[in-house]
């Protein structure tokens, strides 16, 4: 009984890591390719980046938007079969914890792909430049943490009201 606890929560778990997969992928494609594009061109322009810097940048960007969209389709396919797995009826455990190891190791190759990219564009700017991405990086992270708490404040209302 514990074991099939211990399965059915590390299920969930892949499951919720795998939905943040599936958005940080679309971020790079789809209805957001437009959006992450702008992005780009954006910071490239904040940071005051030369044509050379920039055809540097724009051939990084576009790799990373490769090797994202592959990770994309073998995570997609994993969940496919996971959902098969799933609707069978009986559990072959080794191969839902074999999937499930298999979507882990694609979520931490799409991180290390993440900070690798990061990486090799520090290494096109000069100091002034990474200074200033530094600083861009910092607000964007503080944005976001922002847009996090109202949402979470937001729902603890929605809760709320929903018990009055």
Do not use: C, F, P, W
Not at 51 to 62: F, H, I, T
Not at 109 to 130: I, P, S
């Amino acid at each position: 009984m514990l074991l099939n606890k211990s399965l059915m929560a590390l299920v969930l778990a892949t499951s919720a890591l795998v939905l943040s997969v599936s958005a940080d992928a679309r971020n790079h494609g789809g209805m957001h390719k437009e959006h992450s594009m702008q992005q780009h061109q954006m910071m490239m322009e904040k940071l005051g980046v030369n044509d050379e810097q920039r055809a540097k940048m724009d051939k990084l960007y576009e790799q990373r938007k490769e090797a994202v969209k592959a990770h994309q389709e073998q995570m997609m396919e994993l969940m496919q079969q996971q959902r098969h797995m799933m609707q069978q009826d009986t559990l072959d455990k080794g191969k839902l914890q074999s999937n499930l190891r298999k979507q882990a190791d694609i979520r931490a190759e799409m991180m290390a792909g993440r900070h690798q990219h990061y990486m090799e564009v520090q290494k096109l700017l000069n100091e002034e430049q990474r200074a200033k991405m530094k600083e861009l990086r910092k607000e964007m992270y503080e944005m976001r943490q922002e847009m996090r708490e109202d949402m979470h404040d937001q729902a603890k209302e929605r809760k709320q009201d929903n018990k009055k």
